[in-house]
């Protein structure tokens, strides 16, 4: 049994909550640049891997197995799926962005590709198995945190197979971020290049002055509503699952592997949440932002069940990730030339991949502000299609290399 200072279900939660606000509110108060650089998540998951592996007295501050990191799996990471989903506005995005949207799929397409590509030239230095850790960051790059982290259960991720996607994650976004932040400057050049109409960028200014989000603050019956919601879809999740899961196992053997009972609740529950997603539940204020906080939650989880001796593969693994970002960068131009679309609106559906809902308003707000709003419905477009495609990636991965 570990000697842990804080052995409690309710004292670990109440550590990992504590992390992740912490880091939040560090970066809010003090407005540091490094938090520009190097995310509050990257902090987040790093902390409790060494609350749970370093030693104090004898003694580390908190376990390496707990309850509470099995019961975030199984419930806490079906509720945020659905929180956040619900807020996907297709029908919005794609009249703000118009064939922005088209440029965003291309490059989802090129991580895809990209993911694939970099893992059979750098999976010969990584342990075998390592492709999940790659799905992992595909979760990441297609959707956000939140995919990263439904991506690694259904792929079965080890835990310091998620924390190598989380290191290669930040080392990418502090070089990514500056290039899209900064390919503003070349916005003539890039758009007489990419033969962008005259007219593209008025209409599409003129599309985003409709759309304001009315994100106002939930009364007491909203929350209560949407707290039936949010684990009305969960239970039913939880029910389905295992009986899905055992008829595909029985009928369907060779896709039992790909399949798992948590991969078929994921799925399941990512549905039913997008199918919402186009009723008036989707008119609930602040699910996002309750999504977002258990996202992170979950994160500190995850790193509370990691190896410090499982991040000794991280060179290689990050150069597994510059291949794959450069694959992908080469996915967006063409995707820019092909269907004609201004240097903005690429910046904005590469942020919304790589760096999901936290990086396309920062990219939106340097080249064009009216689209910032459009820019967040980007992002939730990628976590809607995270889920779905991420783990696919992982599995053409591993079976490009014959694992």
Same mark, same amino acid.
């Given at each position: 049994?570990?000697?842990?200072?804080?052995?409690? @279900?309710? *004292?670990?939660?109440?550590?990992?909550?504590?992390?992740?606000?912490?880091?939040?509110?560090?970066?809010?108060?003090?407005?540091?640049? !490094?938090?520009?650089?190097?995310?509050?998540?990257?902090?987040?998951? +790093?902390?409790? $891997?060494?609350?749970?592996?370093?030693?104090?007295?004898?003694?580390?501050? =908190?376990?390496?197995?707990? =309850?509470?990191?099995?019961?975030?799996?199984?419930?806490?990471?079906?509720?945020?799926?659905?929180?956040?989903?619900?807020?996907?506005?297709? @029908?919005?995005?794609?009249?703000?962005m118009g064939k922005g949207v088209l440029v965003m799929l291309m490059g989802t397409a090129g991580v895809m590709v990209g993911g694939?590509?970099?893992?059979?030239? $750098?999976?010969?230095?990584?342990?075998?198995?390592?492709?999940?850790?790659?799905?992992? !960051?595909?979760?990441?790059?297609?959707?956000?945190? #939140?995919?990263?982290?439904?991506?690694?259960?259904?792929?079965?991720?080890p835990k310091a197979q998620l924390g190598l996607a989380i290191v290669a994650d930040n080392v990418i976004y502090i070089v990514w971020?500056?290039?899209?932040?900064?390919?503003?400057?070349?916005?003539?050049?890039?758009?007489?290049?990419?033969?962008?109409?005259?007219?593209? !960028?008025?209409?599409?200014?003129?599309? #985003?002055?409709?759309? $304001?989000?009315?994100?106002? +603050?939930?009364?007491? @019956?909203?929350?209560?509503?949407?707290?039936?919601?949010?684990?009305?879809?969960?239970?039913?999740?939880?029910?389905?699952?295992?009986?899905?899961?055992?008829?595909?196992?029985?009928?369907? @053997?060779?896709?039992?592997?790909?399949?798992?009972?948590?991969?078929?609740?994921?799925?399941?529950?990512?549905?039913?949440? !997008? *199918?919402?997603?186009?009723?008036?539940?989707?008119?609930?204020?602040?699910?996002?932002?309750? *999504?977002?906080?258990?996202?992170?939650?979950?994160?500190?989880?995850?790193?509370?069940?990691?190896?410090?001796?499982?991040?000794?593969?991280?060179?290689?693994?990050?150069?597994?990730?510059?291949?794959?970002?450069?694959?992908?960068?080469?996915?967006?131009?063409?995707?820019?030339?092909?269907?004609?679309?201004?240097?903005?609106?690429? #910046? =904005?559906?590469?942020?919304?991949?790589?760096?999901?809902?936290?990086?396309?308003?920062i990219v939106a707000a340097h080249h064009r502000p009216n689209l910032v709003p459009a820019s967040i419905l980007l992002a939730l477009? *990628?976590? +809607?299609?995270?889920?779905?495609?991420?783990?696919?990636?992982?599995?053409?991965?591993? =079976?490009?290399?014959?694992?």
């Amino acid at each position: 049994m570990e000697n842990v200072l804080i052995a409690s @279900p309710i *004292g670990v939660l109440a550590v990992l909550c504590l992390v992740a606000a912490f880091f939040f509110f560090l970066a809010q108060v003090t407005e540091s640049k !490094l938090f520009h650089y190097l995310p509050p998540l990257l902090f987040i998951y +790093a902390t409790p $891997v060494f609350l749970s592996n370093l030693e104090i007295g004898g003694h580390t501050v =908190i376990p390496s197995s707990s =309850i509470i990191y099995s019961g975030l799996s199984k419930y806490a990471l079906p509720v945020f799926i659905v929180l956040m989903l619900i807020k996907v506005n297709v @029908p919005a995005v794609v009249k703000v962005m118009g064939k922005g949207v088209l440029v965003m799929l291309m490059g989802t397409a090129g991580v895809m590709v990209g993911g694939v590509v970099a893992y059979v030239i $750098v999976h010969g230095w990584l342990p075998e198995g390592s492709w999940r850790g790659f799905g992992a !960051l595909a979760g990441s790059w297609i959707g956000g945190t #939140a995919n990263m982290a439904a991506t690694a259960e259904m792929l079965d991720a080890p835990k310091a197979q998620l924390g190598l996607a989380i290191v290669a994650d930040n080392v990418i976004y502090i070089v990514w971020l500056p290039l899209l932040l900064m390919s503003r400057d070349f916005a003539d050049k890039f758009n007489a290049w990419a033969r962008v109409p005259a007219e593209r !960028l008025a209409a599409m200014d003129a599309a #985003a002055e409709l759309h $304001v989000e009315d994100d106002h +603050a939930p009364t007491m @019956p909203q929350y209560l509503f949407l707290a039936a919601v949010v684990l009305g879809v969960t239970a039913i999740g939880h029910a389905f699952a295992p009986g899905i899961a055992g008829w595909i196992a029985n009928d369907l @053997p060779g896709l039992a592997n790909v399949f798992s009972e948590t991969t078929v609740r994921i799925l399941l529950v990512t549905t039913i949440a !997008l *199918g919402l997603s186009a009723t008036r539940i989707s008119e609930l204020p602040n699910s996002t932002a309750l *999504g977002t906080a258990l996202v992170y939650v979950f994160v500190a989880g995850m790193g509370a069940r990691a190896e410090l001796a499982g991040l000794g593969d991280a060179p290689v693994f990050v150069l597994g990730a510059f291949i794959w970002i450069f694959i992908h960068g080469l996915f967006m131009l063409a995707g820019a030339w092909l269907f004609r679309v201004d240097v903005h609106s690429v #910046a =904005i559906a590469s942020a919304a991949n790589i760096g999901a809902a936290a990086s396309a308003p920062i990219v939106a707000a340097h080249h064009r502000p009216n689209l910032v709003p459009a820019s967040i419905l980007l992002a939730l477009l *990628g976590y +809607a299609m995270g889920n779905y495609l991420a783990p696919l990636t992982g599995h053409l991965a591993r =079976i490009a290399t014959g694992q």
